[in-house]
């Protein structure tokens, strides 16, 4: 399931929410989506999921067009952060159509992740509280198993223990069976170590489309006395600069070749990694 998008374009109204999106998602990779509130996250998803048609440009998923095409759509699944099963009766009846829609399902799994997000099948979807809501939300994109799956903030719900059980559970289950996944959140911190490939949006374009490993290269603290850091940094792209006494830790963007490393190196300089949240803050344009 390769997700190829060119020049994607969706408005509002007015309102221009994705603005010449052109990318390509890999199968059988994990994906990041990150951007900000309002940086289109959601309307690409809806559009990947043929919950909306684009405006203009060519969305294609396992080569073929997803708009109104069943044989394309019945294998994504698309959960969103209240999930699509909130105003349905039970768990077992929102289980019974999920099965029903999805040829991929995994019946067994779904009970052994009920139990182990301590749900009941009798309980009421619509009575269940944002967190339970999220748990289910969750267990219906991993039981779903379907080849393209993608959660929109769906695990934001959950506290912290459930959070980790969901990435736990995604890796694993990943990992057993691979296929592609997108997953959209605010917390990038907690789902970075997930993700093999992140693209970034901004205001309905995409600013950053790269292996995750590589974007994480880009960036680089370097901590040391003030008057050398101020020295080795002059001419590079600072994020940001703190200060302790007379020790200064400069955060950097851009790749250090070895030339450079051996001149921090001689310097009494330290090298260490950049999170990809302070990446992520300046690529989108910093605070706001």
Avoid: C
Avoid at 3 to 28: F, M
Avoid at 117 to 127: C, D, G, H, I, Y
Avoid at 167 to 175: N, S
Wanted: glycine residues 10%.
């Amino acid at each position: 399931m390769r997700v190829e998008v060119r020049d994607l374009v969706l408005r509002y109204g007015e309102t221009t929410a994705l603005d010449g999106v052109t990318l390509s998602l890999e199968p059988n990779k994990i994906h990041g989506l990150l951007g900000r509130n309002g940086s289109g996250k959601t309307s690409l998803l809806s559009v990947l999921a043929a919950f909306r048609r684009q405006s203009a440009g060519e969305v294609r998923i396992g080569g073929e067009p997803v708009f109104e095409n069943t044989a394309v759509t019945s294998r994504i699944s698309l959960i969103r952060d209240e999930g699509e099963t909130v105003d349905l009766g039970t768990v077992d009846d929102a289980l019974f159509f999920a099965e029903w829609l999805r040829p991929d399902w995994d019946a067994k799994f779904a009970s052994e992740l009920l139990e182990r997000f301590a749900l009941t099948r009798k309980m009421s979807v619509k009575a269940m509280s944002k967190g339970q809501r999220s748990a289910f939300g969750v267990i219906i994109g991993l039981a779903g198993r379907a080849p393209l799956t993608m959660f929109d903030e769906s695990h934001l719900g959950m506290d912290v223990p459930s959070r980790q059980a969901f990435y736990d559970v995604l890796l694993a289950d990943y990992m057993a069976r691979p296929r592609t996944i997108i997953l959209s959140s605010h917390l990038i911190e907690e789902v970075s170590p997930l993700l093999e490939k992140v693209v970034i949006i901004d205001a309905g374009r995409v600013v950053v489309q790269e292996e995750t490993q590589a974007l994480l290269a880009r960036g680089t603290a370097i901590t040391g006395a003030a008057a050398s850091v101020d020295a080795f940094t002059e001419g590079l792209t600072v994020l940001d600069s703190r200060h302790l006494g007379g020790t200064k830790s400069v955060l950097v963007y851009g790749a250090l070749d070895e030339e450079r490393r051996r001149r921090a190196e001689a310097a009494g300089l330290e090298l260490g990694p950049v999170a990809m949240e302070d990446l992520f803050v300046h690529l989108t344009g910093g605070p706001r």
